[in-house]
């Protein structure tokens, strides 16, 4: 990806751009920023004019043979380190290497590929990955050989906050770095690395995108939906989130929906465990759209109750179930219902814990309603 492929993030850009311009890059950057900010295209971008045989004044040249091994993220002078997990696939002593394919496979399909990505992939046993010893070890080995190319050596520790006290193995290098090295960590929380290896490298805060960097993005890319000014409130500047947004049109958010609120109703939690079984396989952006459909519903309905004609637009069973949960929606039960629903959408939002999350907002569906059935 090309520097100027990527939406927004001016700021951090030409602070980059800055180094090289200087001719002062310095060995080691940390990039600090939340889920979907693009951390990862732009330590690639960057990787890539350093890369570049071909190098103009701001980007690299796109067509060169480094660029395009970049692209591939095969530059054999390019490591991108990500954390292993030991299960029955993956031994102790499995290379990061040995995985480099499938991760290639996951970033060619999504640049802005997370950390869940790979957990899905990977399918281990102990969800907690790590970079071990043993592939620092030998990362370090490597970046005191010279570079094939004759240029830089670039590593980017894709998930640095992994890294644990392997970092320390990296406390010498980063200290007296051979030259033309450029360390890259991307962090979500700066509070998981080191403190003795944040104090040798440079800090880069990477923010989320603004809305109008997504919706140029849902445009560049051709990914408008109708639902796109949904998928860009929902967002919240996470790049990440905007395309899981998308995968949600096969999803019946009116059954699941009637399920919950019927689940609620008769406060089953037998049939919630089996409810949230079946919810835990969609992603984020499909659960804040049912949400979001959830609380359009219950407006609607409100909206009815109060006399304005709201119906026109919902389907025969959304009709169904409207006419019969009316009742339960009053002046005080639908604030209080919008309330639960808005917390559980902000709480989603802000990676939470989804089983959590419904547990709670069934016992607050189940007061609500009962609260008026007394
Ligand atoms: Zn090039």
Redesign the pocket.
Known sequence: MLFSGIYGQQIVKDKLLCFIKNKNVPPALVFNGPQGCGKFPLAIAFARILL????GDID?????S??LKVDKLTHPDLHVIYPLFENDRIGENTESTDLANHFRTLYAQNVHMEYEDWLEYIRPVSKSGIISRGQCANLITKIYMSSYEGGYKIVVFWVADLLGDSANLFLKILEDPPPKTLFIFLSKSLEKILSTVLSRCILIPVPPFTDEDISEWYKRENLLSENHENFVRFSMGNIYLAGLCLKSHEVNHTNIFISFIRISYKNSTSELVQWLDEIIKYNRGVILLLLDYSMKVIRNIFLSNMGFTAYNSLSEEELEFSNKFSKYVSDTSFRKYIEAFSLASKQIQSNANIKIVFHCLFFKLHKIISDINH
């Open positions: 570049c045989k071909n190098v690299a040249c796109g067509e060169c480094s660029c």
